[in-house]
């Protein structure tokens, strides 16, 4: 079974400049989670999507991230304009329920970002 | 959203000693999930405990529940070099979602 998908690994831009990041979930999985990870800290998640709908984004920075997840299945994060403390892994993850308990998390390999 | 607090930030071991990580939360928790991260890798899921002191092995790793519900550890027998890595507790946060701690950085030397 193909894990999660991520891309690009590396990206590297400057401050104020825009930035996407693309994740495709484990076939048939129905949640999908993007999670910022600051080096020395766990994952942070910036928002849940249920097939194309949103479950949570209480923590995306709406001014200057957005994503979305057309047709349920594959998803985009993007940032625009990029400041240096969004430098971070941006991790994707999926699950076949709808989260919660007893619903394991894959994690894709994760985008890292620099911002210079 | 409920918060976790693991402890130590980190360890180092010699290769062959018992090792120990603590999660815990101020509030009583619905289930407790723990992830190993490698370096340079992503969180692997290893275990999810959802019973009041409940316990589970893997092998070396055993996983405990606290009776209240709101702690659980993670202790290691005889640690190997491919143990290596940051161990994730994670609980429930809102709706569905979870709430990672900070993660016990494992380091192992021969």
């Known amino acids: 079974e193909a894990g999660v998908a991520q891309s690009p690994r590396y990206k590297i831009i400057e401050k104020r400049q825009s930035v996407a990041f693309w994740c495709n979930p484990i076939?048939?999985?129905?949640?999908l989670y993007w999670y910022q990870q600051i080096l020395g800290q766990g994952p942070k998640l910036l928002i849940q999507?249920?097939?194309?709908?949103?479950?949570?984004d209480s923590q995306l920075p709406k001014d200057r991230f957005s994503a979305e997840r057309l047709k349920g299945v594959d998803s985009t994060l993007k940032i625009q304009p990029a400041k240096l403390e969004d430098s971070a892994v941006y991790l994707c993850a999926s699950s076949l329920g709808a989260g919660g308990r007893g619903d394991t998390q894959y994690f894709g390999p994760g985008t890292r970002l620099t911002v210079l | 959203g409920q918060q976790v607090m693991q402890i130590p930030q980190y360890q180092h071991v010699q290769e062959g000693e018992d090792f120990t990580t603590y999660c815990n939360s101020s509030?009583?928790?619905?289930?407790i999930q723990w992830y190993k991260q490698r370096p340079g890798g992503h969180p692997v899921f290893l275990i999810q405990?959802?019973?009041?002191?409940e316990v589970k092995k893997q092998k070396r790793l055993t996983f405990q529940f606290g009776e209240a519900k709101k702690n659980s550890s993670l202790h290691i027998t005889a640690t190997q070099t491919t143990d290596v890595g940051t161990y994730f507790c994670?609980?429930?946060?809102?709706?569905?979602?979870?709430?990672f701690g900070k993660g016990t950085m494992l380091l192992v030397s021969p």
């Open positions: 076939s048939g999985h129905a949640t």
């Open positions: 994670a609980g429930p946060g809102g709706y569905s979602t979870l709430t």
């Open positions: 509030t009583t928790l619905s289930n």
């Open positions: 999507f249920q097939n194309n709908g949103v479950v949570d």
């Open positions: 405990l959802v019973k009041s002191g």
